[in-house]
């Protein structure tokens, strides 16, 4: 893995790999940089949500809300930072996976957690998802969705699962603010000071699964 202050465009020198073209990586490398999403919640019938607290959702909080998005890829391994920067507390969280037999494969998100990959649905569209139904998936899952919908412009959209029943969707409208995401931008409540990216998260939802 990259060191939180390593990022892609400091590995600019270096030679990318090349990825066919509507693969996982191709995607990856359209996607870089650091977005700006709006972010709102519904539920199921698609009335808006004001609070996601008691669906269980893993960062629960009002809506709608703002993020800053940091999308690091260098062609090898992810780190993806969301930061709220408006409607909820400053938080920030990262995950981070890295590229195996042309999957995006993140790292284990807690003890007893489902494998969370990254899957293409073609040019602009990925999936993260788990990649085999298991009991963890009964305990939380929520697929996540995104599509690049014009230069610089993105959706996101995910569907929460709790104890095996859809509870609500969220949808994230996103502009690309820069399409590096080597220093933290003037919207970071963090600061423009310090490390773009977290320790990565790590839940403990599914842990009575192994203990």
Same mark, same amino acid.
Request: charged fraction near 20%; charge should be negative; hydrophobic fraction near 35%.
């Given at each position: 893995?990259?060191?939180?202050?390593?990022?892609?465009?400091?590995?600019?020198?270096?030679?990318?790999?090349?990825?066919?073209?509507?693969?996982?990586?191709?995607?990856?490398?359209?996607?870089?940089g650091?977005?700006?999403?709006?972010?709102?919640?519904?539920?199921?019938?698609? +009335?808006?949500?004001?609070?996601d607290?008691?669906?269980?959702?893993?960062?629960?909080?009002?809506?709608?809300?703002?993020?800053l998005v940091?999308l690091?890829?260098?062609?090898?391994?992810?780190?993806?930072?969301? *930061?709220?920067?408006?409607?909820?507390?400053? *938080?920030?969280?990262?995950?981070?996976?890295?590229?195996?037999?042309?999957?995006?494969?993140?790292?284990?998100?807690?003890?007893?957690?489902?494998?969370? *990959?990254?899957?293409?649905?073609?040019v602009?569209?990925?999936?993260f998802?788990?990649?085999?139904?298991?009991?963890?998936?009964n305990?939380?899952?929520?697929?996540?969705?995104?599509m690049?919908?014009?230069?610089?412009?993105?959706?996101?959209?995910t569907?929460?699962?709790?104890?095996?029943?859809?509870?609500?969707?969220?949808?994230?409208?996103?502009? +690309?603010?820069?399409?590096?995401c080597?220093?933290?931008?003037?919207?970071?409540? +963090?600061?423009?000071?310090?490390?773009?990216?977290?320790?990565?998260?790590?839940?403990?939802?599914?842990?009575?699964?192994?203990?």
């Open positions: 893995m990259t060191s939180s202050t390593e990022t892609c465009t400091e590995k600019s020198t270096n030679h990318y790999p090349t990825f066919p073209v509507g693969s996982v990586g191709y995607n990856l490398m359209l996607m870089r650091i977005w700006h999403d709006q972010v709102e919640l519904f539920h199921l019938d698609g +009335r808006p949500l004001q609070d607290t008691s669906a269980g959702s893993g960062t629960p909080g009002p809506s709608p809300f703002d993020n940091y690091d890829f260098d062609g090898y391994t992810l780190k993806l930072t969301n *930061v709220h920067i408006r409607g909820r507390e400053p *938080v920030a969280k990262t995950f981070a996976g890295r590229m195996q037999d042309n999957l995006l494969v993140f790292d284990a998100l807690g003890p007893g957690a489902y494998e969370n *990959v990254g899957v293409s649905g073609g602009g569209l990925l999936t998802n788990a990649r085999q139904l298991d009991a963890a998936c305990v939380y899952m929520e697929p996540d969705f995104i690049l919908t014009a230069p610089g412009q993105r959706v996101r959209h569907v929460l699962y709790r104890n095996g029943d859809a509870v609500r969707t969220l949808t994230a409208r996103g502009t +690309r603010l820069s399409p590096l080597d220093r933290r931008h003037e919207l970071d409540p +963090r600061g423009l000071s310090g490390p773009v990216h977290e320790a990565p998260f790590q839940a403990k939802i599914w842990q009575h699964l192994v203990t």
